[in-house]
């Protein structure tokens, strides 16, 4: 935890000048004792809410017998504290619906020390949770609303081409604010605007859909300070720059925004991992902001299924970015992980790149794809082990966490169910 200067020990310097200078100190001592009695009570408070569920201890049963599981099964009783090293990744999306309301609350109680907010914009300029600017027929109820006539491409009937698409720049804050969320899914042969609604993952549940309330960024930060829990914010790009260059004057502009909303809330700055994509952004932090750019998060977008692909960072990029005076790269989990001829996980060559150039590393995402059949079948995140030689079931995954942990070294992970990791987190004595 984080605890804020008192000015304590400047008053202890001039304790022996006076009787009152004497008294004074003893006073600021006392505040500063009551103060780090408060922030451990608190903390004691946080740390009691937290509520695991069923399912890390699911896994861990389900896993082959050996050392590891041994060690996870140790843990079996608690008690379980929340760590940084649990990252909710967009709250908890495995089961809430992304960016809402509950989905925050539910990463804060599942353990999570941070919990994210993807940050995108309205029409009026005001910055609001969301994945992507152009994601709401997908992740709120739009469609089946007024505001429908709104979006950009709006939903007309079954199998439209082009397909709906509807964007936070397309409303006002006020309008947006009226949105439910509701799970990353649709049903693009439905035939009416509320079946459109479906189509969510059959590993996934509509279950805590109802009162998904979408947030600003201001409010996410609000909540995030009412559950005790961190700051990831993540600066998203726009489908069409021009609208930013409208909105706001510039990328710039946009990026101090959303860095302005953090100290408007007076949030400490080692509180606050601001992320992005975008490289100038992180510079610009790192120059503009130094206090926020030191924890400042460079997304990696390696991606060989892109088209074109995206490469990885070579030993000389990396060594550029920590020159820049970048400390923190975010690769996507797989692109940190092997299997070798044994079938064992093992930290891939671009994780050591990474280690060798200085940086350090926080990785993204766990549990966000269906392990059921292993990773042969889990698609993207896994692709790692596209055979499922070494992830096999779903209770592998610690597999791969324990590798990624202990071997590559990295801070902490996104998580779109934060239980499983906090509870490893806990076993490992990981902060």
Request: charged residues 25%; glycine residues 8%.
């Amino acid at each position: 935890m984080w605890i804020r200067s008192s000015g304590f020990g400047v008053a202890a310097m001039f304790a022996a000048l006076s009787t009152v200078a004497m008294v004074a100190c003893a006073d600021a001592g006392k505040s500063y004792g009551e103060d780090q009695a408060a922030l451990a009570a608190q903390s004691k408070k946080n740390d009691a809410k937290v509520q695991l569920g069923p399912r890390p201890f699911y896994l861990v049963e389900g896993m082959d017998e050996g050392p590891l599981k041994a060690q996870l099964q140790k843990c079996e009783n608690g008690p379980f504290r929340r760590t940084d090293f649990s990252i909710g990744h967009r709250g908890g999306a495995l089961l809430f619906p992304e960016h809402t309301d509950v989905a925050y609350r539910g990463g804060a109680r599942m353990g999570a020390g941070i919990v994210e907010c993807d940050v995108t914009f309205t029409k009026d300029g005001e910055l609001v949770c969301r994945h992507s600017e152009c994601d709401l027929h997908t992740t709120t109820n739009i469609v089946a609303t007024e505001l429908n006539s709104k979006c950009t491409v709006p939903w007309t009937g079954p199998g439209q081409n082009p397909a709906p698409k509807c964007c936070t720049s397309d409303l006002t804050l006020a309008e947006f604010k009226t949105l439910e969320g509701k799970m990353d899914a649709s049903n693009p042969n439905a035939t009416t605007a509320e079946g459109y609604l479906g189509g969510t993952a059959s590993w996934r549940t509509d279950l805590y859909t109802g009162r998904a309330n979408v947030l600003s960024l201001k409010e996410s930060i609000q909540l995030n300070e009412e559950l005790g829990v961190k700051h990831t914010p993540e600066l998203k790009g726009a489908e069409n720059q021009d609208r930013i260059n409208t909105i706001f004057g510039g990328q710039t502009k946009y990026a101090q925004k959303m860095i302005d909303e953090l100290k408007a809330a007076d949030v400490d700055p080692k509180d606050v991992w601001a992320q992005s994509f975008n490289e100038d952004d992180i510079l610009y932090w790192i120059k503009n902001e130094p206090a926020f750019g030191k924890q400042a998060v460079y997304l990696d977008s390696i991606d060989p299924t892109a088209n074109p692909p995206i490469p990885r960072q070579s030993l000389d990029e990396l060594k550029t970015l920590k020159s820049q005076g970048v400390q923190i790269i975010a690769p996507p989990m797989w692109a940190l992980l092997a299997v070798n001829s044994a079938n064992e996980v093992v930290p891939s060559e671009y994780a050591a790149d990474i280690k060798k150039a200085g940086l350090h590393i926080i990785a993204w995402t766990f549990e966000r794809a269906d392990l059921r059949q292993g990773a042969s079948k889990a698609g993207w995140y896994y692709q790692f082990d596209p055979q499922g030689r070494a992830i096999k079931k779903d209770s592998d995954m610690y597999k791969a966490l324990d590798v990624i942990a202990r071997q590559v070294g990295i801070l902490g992970i996104f998580s779109d169910w934060p239980a499983t990791v906090t509870y490893y987190a806990n076993c490992m004595g990981l902060k």
